[in-house]
């Protein structure tokens, strides 16, 4: 919400010189039985409207940011000589999936201030609980949390990803992995001068189930009765089925 | 061929969940178990979120359950009465075993909870039936001589009121003990995602002294409505029965329990036994280390706050 009305209001200040426009090569992710990942190419334009930032070192930054979910992170202590998960955090809000892209590596291009304003690296994107941590260091907890994601290819950070041709043309491949959550996915293109952010552009990436994994999803969530009678009737059918089959083959 | 698993939300190879699906079927065929202890931690193992495994396990052990209670009806080893009596106590503990299995998620040390019973469960029955196979074994290789169990012996339990006539099984015994019998392995059923029938057998044949030809086919007639019952819990509280991962893994089932009944019938008993509790043995060991060793990460996430 707050980085929508910030665009917003960014697009609408004359100082902006510079309007982008994006593209990407599918509006929409189905997740189907055999879904195993996706790439996904975002793609755009910078119209200049001077030719003094033409000539600037102009850097880009792509985010893609699946939905943001309530987490809860766990840290394990021996307790009585077992592992048990003794201590938690909670998270209010954490993406299910984050990738950023970049031209250069996002140190030597994106300022702290700009990052504080429009929230684009890991740590400004995961917002822990305000209260209820006890004595726990939360930062410990949320490092955690970006440590165990970016292993499931979940976080990415592609430093040299992005390209960007003559200040002009840019394009950059964001690879999604199987294990997606659907929703809409926010794709955001920041450009960048002296640290600062000049221009950004956000669109929507639809991820949905589709076909018979949707079909399944719904009946299982809105007639969770009769989904659980179908899985009966189904598993009922196979094993008579199966057995059945056996005693044909044995004559 | 990978597969997305709509309820999982997880991602596998279609091909590993039906060869382990066949794996785990022809154990069971062999053993003349459900094969759900050794399936429900194959599946953590392979990445499936643990209160999925379970419930989707339930669902398969109805599958491969009936094939099996159908033959036993055909040659009348069914004690219905009996059945009926440890159902009624199953269906308790499947309900109890529901709500410890929710709250415990909410605490987020479902994992643990699972984990736990196990390790205990298995550990104990792997342990006796690895002695008394042992024993077995070593019988058949000594001189005859020892006395034969006595059977139907008098104990605690026929002082005990509500009695009631079993004329299948020849028993006249209180229904509290069967009761009892049932709600325990309702709780397993529904906290671990087993039918059972490791519990129950032994408790049938050495508790309530039930002859061991009905003890199968009643212990099958009370784990389908137990687990049939168990998986609608389930699908209607938590959303956690995945119609895609039992499709799969109950084809591969049912097909391995055909091929393992096959084998078993070429074993010695004796043999059988001390196969299954070595097995059972080492699925517990695993799941006790990774309860006493280490672990490599100690932090792990769970989704939904409070």
């Not at chain 1, 430093?159 to 955001?188: H, M, Q």
């Not at chain 2, 709500?99 to 342990?127: R, T």
């Not at chain 2, 519990?199 to 050495?206: K, Q, S």
Request: charged fraction near 15%; hydrophobic fraction near 50%; glycine fraction near 10%.
């Amino acid at each position: 919400m707050l980085r929508a009305f910030l665009i917003a209001l960014l697009l609408a200040t004359p100082a902006a010189a510079q309007n982008l426009v994006l593209g990407l090569s599918e509006s929409e992710v189905a997740i189907t039985t055999t879904f195993d990942g996706s790439d996904i190419l975002v793609f755009g334009a910078i119209k200049h409207e001077s030719a003094v930032t033409q000539e600037a070192k102009l850097d880009l930054i792509v985010t893609v940011k699946g939905p943001d979910q309530a987490t809860t992170v766990y840290r394990k202590d021996r307790r009585f000589g077992i592992w048990v998960n003794a201590a938690t955090v909670e998270v209010d809000a954490a993406p299910s999936f984050y990738a950023i892209e970049t031209t250069r590596p996002i140190a030597d291009i994106l300022g702290e201030e700009a990052d504080r304003y429009y929230e684009i690296t890991l740590p400004r994107v995961i917002k822990p609980s305000a209260e209820g941590h006890g004595d726990n260091d939360v930062a410990l907890f949320t490092e955690a949390l970006m440590r165990i994601r970016q292993d499931a290819n979940k976080y990415q950070l592609r430093e040299w990803d992005a390209a960007l041709i003559d200040n002009t043309l840019f394009r950059t491949d964001v690879e999604l992995p199987a294990n997606l959550v659907e929703g809409a996915y926010e794709v955001s293109v920041f450009l960048l001068k002296d640290k600062k952010v000049i221009s950004t552009y956000s669109t929507v990436l639809d991820v949905r189930k589709a076909g018979l994994e949707r079909w399944m999803y719904n009946l299982s969530r809105q007639q969770p009765f009769y989904y659980g009678i179908l899985s009966l009737i189904i598993a009922i059918s196979a094993g008579w089925g199966a057995s059945a089959i056996f005693r044909v083959f044995q004559r | 061929m990978q597969i997305y698993l709509p309820i999982a939300e997880v991602s596998v190879n279609a091909f590993l969940l039906l060869g382990l699906g066949g794996i785990v079927g022809i154990l069971s065929g062999m053993f003349g178990v459900g094969g759900g202890f050794l399936m429900t931690p194959l599946l953590f193992f392979i990445g499936i979120p643990p209160a999925v495994a379970v419930a989707t396990e339930a669902n398969q052990i109805v599958a491969s359950s009936f094939s099996g209670v159908l033959a036993h009806f055909k040659r009348k080893t069914v004690d219905f009465r009996m059945g009926t009596v440890l159902l009624v106590g199953g269906l308790i503990g499947a309900a109890l075993g529901v709500v410890v299995f929710n709250y415990l998620k909410s605490l987020g040390q479902v994992d643990l909870l699972v984990k736990l019973c196990y390790v205990v469960f298995l550990g104990v029955v792997g342990g006796l039936m690895f002695i008394e196979s042992l024993n077995a074994i070593r019988r058949t290789n000594a001189p005859a001589g020892t006395a034969p169990r006595k059977r139907k012996n008098h104990t605690w339990i026929h002082a005990l009121p509500f009695k009631m006539k079993f004329r299948v099984s020849g028993l006249y015994i209180s229904v509290i003990p069967p009761v009892i019998v049932g709600v325990v392995v309702g709780i397993l059923a529904a906290i671990m995602g087993v039918g059972g029938g490791f519990i129950m057998v032994p408790a049938m044949i050495y508790l309530l002294g039930m002859p061991t030809k009905v003890v199968v086919g009643t212990s099958l007639f009370q784990i389908i409505f137990v687990t049939a019952f168990t998986t609608m819990l389930h699908a209607t509280t938590n959303y956690t029965v995945d119609m895609m991962l039992a499709v799969l893994l109950l084809v591969g089932g049912v097909i391995g329990a055909q091929i393992g009944t096959r084998i078993g019938a070429k074993m010695k008993a004796e043999q059988l036994r001390i196969l299954l509790a070595l097995m059972v043995l080492g699925v517990c060991s695993k799941l006790a280390l990774d309860l006493l060793l280490t672990p490599s990460e100690l932090y792990s996430i769970g989704l939904g706050g409070h």
